[in-house]
């Protein structure tokens, strides 16, 4: 997209969540994707044509990601159902064709995908016009396999490269961290934050000037709340220099079983959204727990996200929106989580100039630690539990620049009892606040 004459290009992806907050609205976005291009395209329209300011979004499948080309041009020979687009199988003329007069500026694509090895997906969808795209050397690597993390690094700078070059063709990329959403849950806010606002500051060192930073909901609606505004200062601070805005995605673990249960969850997040000033939410639906979702369940979850985003009665005060600075910084100062997040990522920045090679060694020595991730570049010392009031806190830290809780649990080994128990946490919470608020209204005199 060109901007201004003389001025360099901007993304239409991000200037149309500029503009939409601009407007109050939250932009709301889903995860789907399909094989058959017809349907694919198909899924896009229906989103474009939903009741709420949405993005399309092109997730592609597992072969796609994992590189196995031949597997992905095997299903679609064999009309196989894939479990995404295969953008690098189909031609790029078919992929122009998916988004022939339905991608245009005030509904722009993005490629999702889950590499860790992304150069040719990113080089594929350039040909068809898709400059914005997520993921990052850490949170595409860790959670997914067994690559090492120094050849994700490696992996992720020639991809910053190739999309960097899109400039000629009068393209301007955005990349979204997926660093705020590691493992989905049991990760602490601080880590979130820390792991976001270092891919983001990788992604700025390797020449990209277009950025969204993520932070995937968690256990606790307050401590969610830091997190996002300890993420918003801290880019403030580090990056401001970047076109940059804040995406939230609904919780990323094990989902309320309960459609009721599952539409609260939802709620919340829409209202976190606007409560923080988070520009963007990717949302999931009531049938997570049991199946892939219809498109019309993604439209419906679109909506409902929306209707709950205006409910909870707009974007909060000037001051705490992008940009803001001073609101910002009085909303998140003494904040735990911005004081974790900011060690954490001092601790990175402090090892090597080269952000890549700083959080190889940062993993290496423990600095950065995710609990339950069993990746081998992962020391795997740390460990976490959930509060009696849902927060999710340290209970060992291991080499991290960070204090474990001081409650008397924090010196307890979390069993797989515990574990499983933890895990299911949200889902549970959720399910029996749904039967509640059921059993008030059907107890309520009509």
């Not at 997906?121 to 400059?131: N, R, V």
């Not at 307890?412 to 606040?433: G, H, I, K, P």
């Amino acid at each position: 997209m060109t901007g201004p004459q003389g001025a360099a290009p901007v993304n239409a992806f991000a200037d149309f969540v500029r503009r939409s907050h601009a407007r109050g609205s939250l932009v709301v976005q889903p995860r789907m994707g399909f094989g058959d291009p017809r349907a694919m395209r198909e899924g896009l329209i229906a989103v474009k044509g939903a009741n709420a300011t949405t993005v399309g979004t092109i997730t592609l499948d597992s072969y796609t990601r994992l590189g196995k080309l031949a597997d992905a041009r095997r299903a679609v020979a064999e009309g196989g159902d894939l479990n995404g687009y295969p953008i690098r199988t189909h031609a790029t003329a078919t992929n122009l064709a998916v988004l022939e007069g339905v991608r245009e500026r005030d509904f722009p694509v993005q490629v999702r995908h889950g590499s860790a090895a992304p150069q040719g997906i990113i080089a594929s969808s350039l040909e068809a016009g898709l400059d914005t795209t997520e993921g990052g050397p850490v949170s595409y690597c860790l959670p997914y396999g067994r690559l090492p993390l120094r050849q994700a690094v490696q992996n992720w700078a020639q991809s910053c490269e190739v999309l960097v070059q899109a400039r000629e063709r009068g393209l301007e990329p955005h990349v979204e961290t997926f660093g705020g959403c590691m493992l989905g849950q049991l990760c602490p806010p601080s880590l979130l934050v820390a792991i976001s606002l270092l891919e983001g500051l990788f992604f700025r060192q390797h020449g990209l000037r277009s950025v969204s930073l993520s932070y995937a909901q968690q256990t606790n609606a307050a401590q969610d709340r830091e997190a996002v505004l300890a993420l918003r200062r801290l880019a403030d601070t580090l990056m401001p220099d970047l076109d940059c805005h804040i995406v939230i995605y609904n919780y990323m673990g094990v989902y309320p079983r309960t459609r009721a249960g599952a539409l609260l969850l939802l709620e919340q997040a829409a209202e976190l959204a606007v409560r923080t000033g988070a520009e963007r939410l990717i949302v999931k639906t009531a049938a997570e727990a049991h199946r892939i979702p219809t498109v019309g369940e993604n439209v419906e979850a679109l909506e409902i996200a929306a209707l709950a985003a205006q409910n909870a009665g707009g974007y909060a005060p000037s001051g705490l929106s992008s940009g803001s600075g001073s609101g910002v910084a009085a909303a998140a100062a003494g904040s735990e989580v911005l004081d974790e997040a900011t060690a954490l990522v001092h601790a990175v920045l402090d090892l090597n100039e080269d952000i890549g090679a700083a959080l190889v060694e940062a993993f290496a020595r423990g600095l950065l630690d995710v609990p339950y991730c069993l990746h081998p570049d992962n020391a795997g010392r740390s460990r976490s539990f959930i509060e009696s009031d849902g927060r999710l806190r340290w209970s060992h830290t291991g080499s991290l620049p960070v204090r474990a809780s001081g409650r008397s649990v924090a010196g307890q080994r979390m069993t797989a009892t515990d574990l499983l128990q933890a895990l299911s946490y949200v889902e549970q919470t959720f399910d029996r606040a749904a039967a509640t608020n059921l059993d008030r209204a059907l107890r309520a005199p009509h």
